[in-house]
Structures are given as structure tokens and as C-alpha cells.
């Protein structure tokens, strides 16, 4: 019921401040998501197996998660000077990002990623060992597959990706240390990140700004629906009115 509140409020203060999202400022958002990922299908599985979400409920969240957003900054004013003070001190969120395609086969021990590593170098497939040897669950069926992950990613250890920087497609390297083993990385391929045009990055800087100074949103959202719950609550529930 909360949810739904919030919903109503939202959308129902959007149309008081004249407030719109278009179905283009979804997209773009959903592909600023999706960035990260190794095709858009990836995406939209893992949006359906950790969020239990369909393609159609991303774009509506997507919708009204932008709304809220815009709602909390409609008042905020940031100057040109603070965006590029912004900009100069936040190099790194805007430049283009590098992203590797790839595979691991995980060890206990050093020793079992150096056999692994001396049958690749014997011509060995890299699928074929990763299903017979790998202890990731969740990839060695995969031939090892990681999909495709951007080079700062936080969820991907250090160790892994620095040796995926060194790496031409098609070789593998290790033996990698983790925290609960070993690892032998493949790089399948690299892709060179799109850079940002400076409108674009112009604007994201505003916005986040300007999100930086609003009330946060799960603070919005209780406002608003304390707001207009008492209309909401009589549309929703003529009987209990009557």
C-alpha cells in the first residue's frame, strides 16, 4: 500500500509543478543502466532474477524514480561556476571507461592454477577446463564466464582486473590470489567506453548536484504522501467514505 501511496503522491505533485519525464529521458536512463553489462539481455535477466522485474515495471520505475528526482530538484538553482568546479574535481565519474569480456577458473590452490595454466598453454580449451576444474558454481558451466564488467568495477577483485589490463583477447594469466583462493583469468575482448559529450556531462554534473542539495528522496516521498494520502485514501476507497 506504501508503494502504491507513493506512486499517487509522486505523480500527483508532478502534475501540480507541471512536471514531465519522456519516454526518451526513460531510455536513456535505462541505457546509462545497462552500461556495465554484456548485452541488454544480461541486463534484463539480472533486473529479473535479483528485482523480480519485467522489461515493462524497469521503465515504469525508471518513469517515476526520474519524477521524484526531478521533484526534489525543481526549486535547487546550481550556477555554471559550480558545475565546472564540480566537473574539475569529479574527472574520473566522466571519463570513458574501459570494459573487459571475461572468463576465470577458480582454484584452491596455486598449485591447481598452474596445471591449469600449463594445459591451456598445452592448447587446451578454456570452457572445457573451467567446466571440469572451476569451483565457481555460477560460471563454470558458462566455460568460466564473467560477462562483461567495466575496468573500476567494485564487485570484481582488483587482483582480476589488473591482470585483465595486461592481457591481449584470447590469453590467459594467473595464478591470481583471492581472498578465498586462486584464480586463472582469460580476457575474451576490451571494449573502449563512449566518451561523454560535454552537454551531456554538463547536465549529469547539474543533476547531481542539485540531488546532493534536495531533501532526500525516501524523505520526499513521506512528505508527499502525508501530503495527498487523504485524497488518495478517498479515491482508492469510495466504500470506506460512504
Known sequence: LTQMLNHKAVYAEAQSLKIKVTPEE??????REMQGYA??????????????????EIRAETEYRLTLQKIATAGIRITDAEV???IDQHQEEFAAKKAYHLAWIQTDTEDEANRVLDRLQQGEDFGTLAAAYSLDEFTRDQGGDLGTVEEDDPFIAPEVLQTASTLKPGDAAGPVRLSDGYAVVQL????????????EIIREARKQLALSEAVPL???EEQLRNKYDAKILIKISPSKAS
Open 218 to 220: 525516501s524523505q520526499l
Open 84 to 86: 565546472q568546479r564540480y
Open 188 to 199: 575474451i575482448s576490451v571494449e573502449n567506453g563512449s566518451t561523454k559529450s560535454s552537454e
Open 39 to 56: 548485452s541488454p539481455d544480461d541486463y534484463y535477466r539480472e533486473m529479473a532474477d535479483q528485482l523480480n522485474l519485467t522489461p515493462e
Open 26 to 31: 526513460v531510455t536513456k536512463e535505462i541505457n
